[in-house]
């Protein structure tokens, strides 16, 4: 059974930094691409970052490019996003998801809630 | 990197069919067979249920169906169920490795 798990989240000011984890469990987590998918109290999704499964490869929103950087450890299955700047509008419930290919999430976790505001 | 556009809202009785539009551009939907569909109930974390426009993962109910024209993709729920009452998003792969998701749809069953 393929498990997703996040962490992290919280209250933090404007400007400050966070840094959000997923620990994935269940699958070979090296063979996956992995994504952050954000979802604003109340409103839709919104697709923020993206790395290959071997790491290489990485991208961003533009909302969050340049203040935001995903990495991965393959040594402890885990997903990670630094978000450093954070602005009120970050203020969401950020997901990991898992992408088999790059045309599908089809494995999510639960989602972990981050509130910036003063 | 603007919203693939959808109906706010749908509703149909249980047993009728409902169909949620997805519309986006050629950077996006009419550019590539990647299409996926998810489905939200309150507090929950999304559900794939459709992806490359028509493919169904295993284990979700053939009542849910998709297909795309151009740049406009859609999801038909046929035989309408109490428990398909939800949030329903559509996804698009874009041009230079992007995802833009649908602004979603709320589908009321009667």
């Known amino acids: 059974q393929v498990y997703l798990v996040e962490s992290g989240g919280g209250v933090v000011p404007p400007g400050r930094s966070l840094r959000l984890s997923c620990a994935a469990s269940?699958?070979?987590?090296?063979?996956?691409?992995m994504h952050w998918v954000r979802q604003t109290p109340g409103k839709g999704l919104e697709w923020v970052a993206g790395?290959?499964?071997?790491?290489?490869?990485?991208n961003y929103a533009d909302s969050v490019k340049g203040r935001f950087s995903i990495s991965r450890d393959k040594s402890k299955d885990t997903l990670s996003l630094q978000m450093n700047s954070l602005r009120t509008e970050d203020t969401a419930v950020y997901y990991c998801?898992?992408?088999?290919?790059?045309?599908?999430?089809?494995?999510w976790g639960q989602g972990t809630l981050l509130t910036v505001s003063s | 990197q603007s919203a693939l556009t959808q109906p706010r809202s749908v509703s149909g009785s249980p047993g009728q069919s409902v169909t949620i539009s997805c519309t986006g551009t050629?950077?996006?939907?009419?550019?590539?067979?990647?299409v996926s569909w998810y489905q939200q109930h309150p507090g929950k974390a999304p559900k794939l249920i459709i992806y490359?426009?028509?493919e169904r993962p295993s284990g979700v109910p053939n009542h849910f169906s998709a297909s795309k024209s151009g740049n406009t993709a859609s999801l038909t729920i046929s035989g309408l169920q109490p428990e398909d009452e939800a949030d329903y998003y559509c996804?698009?792969?874009?041009?230079?490795?992007?995802?833009?998701f649908g602004t979603g749809t709320k589908v009321t069953v009667l």
């Open positions: 996804c698009s792969y874009a041009t230079n490795f992007f995802y833009v």
């Open positions: 050629s950077n996006d939907v009419g550019g590539y067979k990647y």
């Open positions: 998801a898992r992408a088999p290919t790059g045309t599908r999430f089809d494995y």
């Open positions: 269940g699958f070979t987590f090296s063979s996956y691409a």
């Open positions: 790395i290959s499964y071997d790491g290489r490869n990485e």
């Open positions: 490359d426009v028509n």
